[in-house]
C-alpha cells in the first residue's frame, strides 16, 4: 500500500515536469514567462547594481605612486584628446560645408537607441573559455533584434546582440570568446578585418596582410561591413602589433577604451 | 489543506527570491564569489527542515525560474536542481542516517557535485549551439569552478548548520555533552 502510494507520488512529479516542459515548448506558459520577465526588470537593476560594489578593476593600482603616475598619464592623453578634438571639429564643419555644396543627403550620425539595464551576467560556458555575456532588460517587443550592435554612455561598442527573447536579450562582450564584429583600423590604409575576443580581457584582429601599415594607438572602430551594426562606433586602441617578416599575416592585440566591468547601463544601437 | 496551500505559496517566493539574487546579483559579483550558488544550499538546508515534498518543489520552482530568466536550453537548471534534490534526499534517507554537521557536509558535496555534473552532461545533450565541442570533463575552467563551489558551499553549510544548532534542537550537535 505504502509502496504503491511511493509509485503514484513519482508518477506525479514527473507530470509536473512533463507538464512545464510542454507548457514551455507549446508557448502556453509565455504570458507568464514574459510577466515574469518584465516583473523582476527593477528587482533585477537594483541587485547588479549592488554587485558592481564588489568588482574591481583587474589592473587596479597598488600605491599612491602608481595612482599619480596613472594621474600623469592620464591628463597628458586628455591634454591630447582636447587638441585632436578640436581638429575633428573644425574637420565636421568642413564636411558639412562640402557636403552642402555638393547637395549631398546629409548623413547625420544620429543613431537610434535603445536604453538598457542589465540585470545579470551569464558565464555558463566557461569550459569553453571565459565566455560573458550580459542579460539585458529588452527584447523583441522594445525592436532588438540579433547582430545590433551595443554600446555605452560614452557611445563605445562594447557588445553585440546574439540572442533575444520578448522582454529580454543576451549580448556578448567585445572581450568574449564567442564575440566578432567586423572592424577597421584608422590607419592610413583603412584596414579591414574581423576583431574577436580573447580569454575575456583583449581584442585581437588576426589574418592582417603584412603590407598593412598598423602601428600602436590606431584607433579601431566598426567597419559598418557586417550584421546591423553602423559604421564609425569605436572598439579600442592598437595595443600590440605582432608582425614577424616570416609569416604572412600580422595580428593585433587591441585594447579596449571602454571599461567592462561596471557596466550597468547601456543603448542598443536600433538600424 | 490551506496551511498547506500558504506553505507552497511561501516556498514558491522563496524560489522566485532565490532565483533572482541568484540570477542577478552572485553572477555578477568577482571570481570566485560568482561560483557560489545559494539555491542548491538553500535545498540542502531544507533537507533539514521540512518534508521531501517540499524541498522538491522547491528545486523544481527555482530551477524554473532560473530558465525562464536566463538564455540557456530550458529545462537545464530545473532539470539539474530537481535530480541533485531527489539524490540529496535519498542519500539522507537511505545512507546518512542521522543528521549531524559530518552528514550535512558530505551531503552538500555529493549535492553540489551532482548538480554541477548534471548540468552540463544536459548542456552537452542539448548540444548548445554547437559550443559545447570541448567536453567538460577536460576542462581546468570546469573542475577549477566546482573546486570554489564545493569550498564555498561547506563553508556556508558550515556557518549555516552551526548557527541553526544554536537556534533549533532539531540538529544533532557537532560535539555531544557528556561523553
Redesign the interface.
Known amino acids: 500500500m505504502r509502496l504503491a502510494w511511493k509509485i503514484k ?1 513519482i508518477w506525479l ?1 514527473l507530470f ?2 512533463a507538464f ?2 510542454f507548457a ?2 507549446s508557448r502556453l506558459s509565455r504570458p507568464l ?1 514574459n510577466s ?2 518584465i516583473a ?1 526588470r527593477p ?3 537594483s ?2 547594481g ?3 560594489w ?3 578593476r583587474p589592473n587596479d593600482a597598488n600605491s599612491i605612486e602608481e595612482i599619480v603616475a596613472k594621474l600623469t598619464v592620464a591628463e597628458n592623453k586628455l591634454v591630447l584628446a582636447i587638441v585632436d578634438q578640436a581638429q575633428l571639429q573644425l574637420l565636421v564643419e568642413e564636411n558639412n560645408k562640402l557636403r552642402q555644396q555638393l547637395n549631398f543627403l546629409n548623413n547625420n550620425n544620429h543613431y537610434r537607441l535603445v536604453s538598457a539595464n542589465i ?12 565566455a560573458q ?1 550580459i ?1 539585458l532588460d529588452r527584447g523583441s517587443k522594445d525592436g532588438i533584434i540579433t547582430g545590433l550592435g551595443v554600446i555605452n554612455e560614452s557611445g563605445v561598442i562594447i557588445g553585440k546582440i546574439i ?1 533575444v ?1 520578448d522582454n ?1 536579450s ?1 549580448a556578448c562582450l567585445t572581450t568574449g570568446n ?1 564575440c566578432q564584429l567586423a572592424a577597421a583600423i584608422l590607419n592610413g590604409t583603412k584596414t579591414i578585418g574581423l576583431s574577436e575576443g580573447e580569454l575575456g580581457l583583449t581584442i585581437k584582429m588576426n589574418y592582417i596582410p603584412q603590407m598593412e601599415q598598423i602601428k600602436e594607438g590606431d584607433i579601431v572602430i566598426s567597419s559598418g561591413l557586417g550584421d546591423n551594426i553602423p559604421r564609425g562606433l569605436v572598439i579600442g586602441r592598437v595595443a600590440q602589433v605582432n608582425n614577424q617578416s616570416n609569416e604572412i599575416w600580422q595580428d593585433v592585440s587591441i585594447e579596449p577604451i571602454a571599461s567592462l566591468y561596471n557596466l550597468t547601463v547601456v543603448a542598443v544601437v536600433l538600424p | 489543506m490551506y496551511k498547506k496551500i500558504f506553505s507552497f505559496l511561501i516556498f514558491l517566493s522563496l524560489a522566485a527570491f532565490l532565483a533572482l539574487v541568484q540570477f542577478s546579483l552572485i553572477s555578477f559579483l568577482p571570481w570566485p564569489w560568482s561560483n557560489l550558488d545559494i539555491i542548491l544550499i538553500a535545498i540542502i538546508f531544507s533537507c533539514l527542515m521540512v518534508s521531501r515534498d517540499r524541498v522538491w518543489f522547491l528545486a523544481l520552482a527555482a530551477g524554473f525560474f532560473i530558465d525562464v530568466f536566463s538564455f540557456h536550453p530550458f529545462g537545464l537548471s530545473l532539470l539539474s536542481l530537481f535530480l541533485s534534490a531527489v539524490i540529496m534526499y535519498f542519500v539522507l534517507e537511505n545512507v546518512l542516517t542521522n543528521r549531524s554537521l559530518y552528514s550535512f557536509l558530505l551531503l552538500s558535496i555529493i549535492g553540489i557535485t551532482a548538480e554541477a555534473f548534471i548540468f552540463n552532461i544536459l548542456l552537452v545533450i542539448f548540444d548548445w549551439s554547437g559550443s559545447s565541442g570541448r567536453l567538460f570533463l577536460f576542462s581546468a575552467t570546469f573542475w577549477e569552478s566546482l573546486a570554489w563551489s564545493l569550498a564555498l558551499g561547506v563553508f556556508l553549510v558550515a556557518l549555516f548548520f552551526n548557527l541553526l544548532a544554536l537556534a533549533s534542537r532539531r540538529l544533532q550537535p557537532f560535539f555531544l555533552k557528556g561523553r
Open positions: 507520488k512529479w509536473i515536469i512545464i516542459f514551455h515548448f514567462e515574469l520577465t523582476i528587482l533585477g537593476k541587485l547588479h549592488l554587485s558592481t564588489f568588482q574591481g540585470v545579470s551576467r551569464q558565464n555558463l560556458f566557461d569550459a569553453e573559455g571565459n555575456d542579460i540572442e527573447k529580454s543576451r564567442n
